[in-house]
T-cell receptor, first 114, second 111 residues
């Protein structure tokens, strides 16, 4: 159990375009999902907490207008990187919380902005 | 806010030896402490966790110990195997169920 999917796994886009990443909990309902960013050989940096039916809570230094988060259902959260630039290139990973603190991660999305 | 420190950053052991990774945290109210294993290019996988009402938890070759007074917890891997080679992250629940991660430990197990 506790399977989380993420789509797409890899995306290459031109500077200035927007990219949407989907995170789904496949076998459980997740009231809370989290979005992380991971640079090469670095730890996971929490970007925002996504709560079903309410606005996301962003960590300090993360631009909410740049990284739009929508959590429309108990099994789906989306992250949209708006007007992407090369410095947004990174590995983005979502996680879903089971309700007892346990977080299970999606496989990640590698974003490359040209 | 919560601050998590993890040591060592790299660890190299011979197959069959034990490996120990330690983490310290700052917020005494933290009550959930998971460990994740991440192989190159893959998702972090939860391998073991412990809650603040327990001092030790074991699952086959993996164990975690927690010292709430000293605010540190450790991951112990016994009888290491080459497939244990990966990056290991400790994390601490920092309020609103957020996890604050340590910097990671790159473990290499040599045959």
């Amino acid at each position: 159990g506790a399977v989380v999917s993420q789509h797409p796994s890899r995306v290459i886009c031109k500077s200035g375009t927007s990219v949407k990443i989907e995170c789904r909990s496949l076998d459980f309902q997740a009231t809370t999902m989290f979005w992380y960013r991971q640079f090469p050989k670095k730890s996971l940096m929490l970007m925002a907490t996504s709560n079903e039916g309410s606005k996301a809570t962003y960590e300090q230094g993360v631009e909410k207008d740049k990284f739009l988060i929508n959590h429309a259902s108990l099994t789906l959260s989306t992250l949209t990187v708006t007007s992407a630039h090369p410095e947004d290139s990174s590995f983005y990973i979502c996680s879903a919380e089971t309700g007892s603190n346990e977080q299970f991660f999606g496989p990640g999305t590698r974003l490359t902005v040209l | 806010g919560e601050n998590v420190e993890q040591h060592p950053s790299t660890l190299s052991v011979q197959e069959g030896d034990s490996a120990v990774i330690k983490c310290t945290y700052s917020d005494s109210a933290s009550n959930y402490f998971p460990w994740y294993k991440q192989e190159l290019g893959k998702r972090p996988q939860l391998i073991i966790d412990i809650r603040s009402n327990v001092g030790e938890k074991k699952d086959q070759r993996i164990a975690v110990t927690l010292n709430k007074t000293a605010k540190h917890f450790s991951l112990h891997i016994t009888e290491t195997q080459p497939e244990d080679s990966a990056v290991y992250f400790c994390a601490v629940s920092g309020g609103y169920n957020k996890l604050i991660f340590g910097a990671g430990t790159r473990l290499a197990v040599h045959p």
